[in-house]
Nanobody, 124 residues
Framework: QVQLVESGGGLVQAGGSLRVSCAASGRTFSINAMGWFRQAPGKEREFVAAIPWNGGRPYYADSVKGRFTISRDNAKNTVYLQMSSLKPEDAAVYYC?????????????????WGQGTQVTVSS
């Protein structure tokens, strides 16, 4: 089992920046990749970004490319999502997820473990 705990969400003005973190514990050696997803009220959960756990390039949804940066600190078993130039449409609950069965996959179903989510609110 892998446990994921997100932190760092909050309220930010449009154009501002925010960083959310995801701390992993448990059988982290089994992780292939970590991802961030988001879900706004009334919408489906959507892929934001992901990064292989032990090396490899990150990849992003087109909607956040150039504005968001995903990174990892393996020593701390933590993945970060740095969000810049935030827009009101970025507001959502952001979820961290881990997969031991996939690498470059943007489908929520490909991820085996999920955090509880952290709210990001962007005011216009």
């Amino acid at each position: 089992q892998v446990q994921l705990v997100e932190s760092g969400g909050g309220l930010v003005q449009a154009g501002g920046s925010l960083r959310v973190s995801c701390a992993a514990s448990g059988r982290t050696f089994s992780i292939n990749a970590m991802g961030w997803f988001r879900q706004a009220p009334g919408k489906e959960r959507e892929f934001v970004a992901a990064i292989p756990w032990n090396g490899g390039r990150p990849y992003y949804a087109d909607s956040v490319k150039g504005r968001f940066t995903i990174s990892r600190d393996n020593a701390k078993n933590t993945v970060y999502l740095q969000m810049s130039s935030l827009k009101p449409e970025d507001a959502a609950v952001y979820y961290c997820a881990a997969t031991y069965t996939s690498y470059y996959d943007t489908r929520p179903a490909a991820y085996n473990y999920w955090g509880q989510g952290t709210q990001v609110t962007v005011s216009s």
